[in-house]
């Protein structure tokens, strides 16, 4: 079985949230052909396309709507983890209130 890289699964978030490479790349400060090179890597390593295209835009496919929701949840427990094993993690209630 094959590892998933949590950083091709970044730039692959960041494509769709961005609503294409060049913005992406932008954001992440990477150059375009990398973020393309990442993404079809990604792809390859699946077996599936994860975006068509439509005209100038990207559209995710279905096998991209399926990465997309394990994506967010896979960053969001790699982020939480981190924290927590850093310490820095909140936990408990907090209540506020005003007068």
Do not use: C
């Amino acid at each position: 079985m094959r590892m998933m890289d949590l950083d091709d699964l970044h730039i692959f978030r960041s494509v769709v949230r961005e609503g294409g490479v060049t913005r992406a790349a932008e954001r992440l400060h990477r150059v375009p052909s990398n973020v393309t090179t990442r993404i079809r890597q990604l792809e390859g390593r699946l077996g599936v396309t994860l975006f068509q295209r439509q005209g100038r835009t990207l559209a995710l496919t279905p096998a991209g709507n399926t990465l997309l929701d394990h994506a967010e949840r896979l960053l969001k427990m790699a982020d939480l983890a981190e924290q927590e094993v850093r310490g820095g993690a909140m936990s408990g209630v907090l209540r506020l209130g005003s007068l």
